[in-house]
């Protein structure tokens, strides 16, 4: 080989490695999205379960109370007592919920933008391994978040 | 056979090519500012070319950089790497006496015209060509490529713009 055909050939793996790199860091940010969208999914299940077992507890207790002041209100502590609107507090959780997507979301950008710092660099024999680690990862946050979607997370 | 061991330490980040004898040799382990590089050979002398590469010395280097600047979304998503119009070229022929001979090459600060590395070695060198350039017509491809680019981001928001009014 010719020093012009090893210049040439040398250009050419060299382009072929920035686009690999390149293909890497849009798979590697696809699937951080993909996972943060799928966490937040989990997440808000998650609440949304504590939120419904908080407000059964609430009106337990409540339930309990109301009825004891009803067979033993001497005091007449019901017209009193303060009653807790359930829908309030349904309200209340629904404000917050949004907001905690809302920084998930944030959270999933720079996540991105952390993944576009990881797949920057890289030596020729390195980048292999990278791309390959890059798309199973966005394989399998793809198929998380399918799963989840269809499991019915919101 | 005959070893020859070239241990590079670099005090830049360059795109370069070891070639002895002819063939390109890769480092095993690379890493940012020092390699090493091993050949065998049955001569008694090698003839080693070491230099940097520019992807501006590509043919086609104006239309890469355009179609690598509009798929990395205007450069977002490109690579940090602001291009050189410094380059090195260091080319020698060094005898093999022993068995396994090592070579140690230490970069020089950049000067132009100036020695760009710092030979050691137990072997006879005859050094043909030892320094850095400040290549003008690098600069001007460079410029160019810049240039380009400015136009392709400004016809795409012009159509984009385009697009909306209409």
């Known amino acids: ?154 | 056979m005959k070893k020859l061991n070239i241990s590079v330490s670099s005090l830049y980040d360059f795109d370069s090519v070891v070639i002895v004898n002819g063939k390109e040799v890769r480092t095993k382990d690379p890493k940012k500012r020092k390699a090493e590089y091993t050949v065998e050979t049955d001569g008694e002398t090698a003839s080693v070319a070491f230099f940097s590469i520019s992807p501006f010395q590509s043919k086609f280097y104006l239309i890469y950089a355009v179609l690598y600047f509009i798929i990395t979304v205007f450069g977002i998503f490109a690579e940090r790497k602001k291009p050189s119009e410094r380059r090195f070229s260091y080319r020698a022929d060094i005898e093999l006496p022993y068995d396994e001979n090592d070579v140690k090459i230490e970069f020089l600060p950049f000067g132009d015209g100036k020695r760009f590395c710092a030979v050691t070695s137990a072997c006879r060198i005859n050094e043909t060509e030892n320094e850095y350039v400040l290549d003008k017509d690098l600069k001007k491809r460079i410029r160019r490529a810049k240039r380009f680019k400015f136009y392709a981001f400004a016809m795409i928001a012009v159509i984009c713009a385009l697009l909306i009014i209409l």
């Open chain 1, 1 to 154: 080989m010719t020093e012009k055909q090893i210049v040439s050939d040398f250009l050419a793996s060299e382009r072929k490695a920035k686009f690999a790199r390149l293909l890497l860091t849009y798979a590697v940010t696809a699937a951080v999205l993909c996972i943060m969208y799928a966490l937040s999914s989990v997440l808000t299940v998650m609440f949304v379960v504590v939120y419904y077992m908080t407000a059964i507890a609430i009106s337990a207790i409540l339930i309990v109370g109301t009825l004891g002041l009803i067979f033993f209100d001497e005091n007449h502590l019901l017209k009193k007592m303060f009653s807790v609107n359930f829908e309030n507090a349904f309200d209340i959780i629904n404000k917050i919920a949004p907001s905690i997507k809302f920084v998930l979301l944030a959270g999933s950008i720079l996540a991105a933008l952390s993944a576009l710092i990881y797949a920057k660099s890289g030596s020729r024999q390195a980048v292999k391994g990278r791309v390959i680690f890059g798309m199973v990862l966005a394989a399998l946050s793809v198929i998380a978040s399918i799963v989840l979607f269809i499991g019915g997370g919101q």
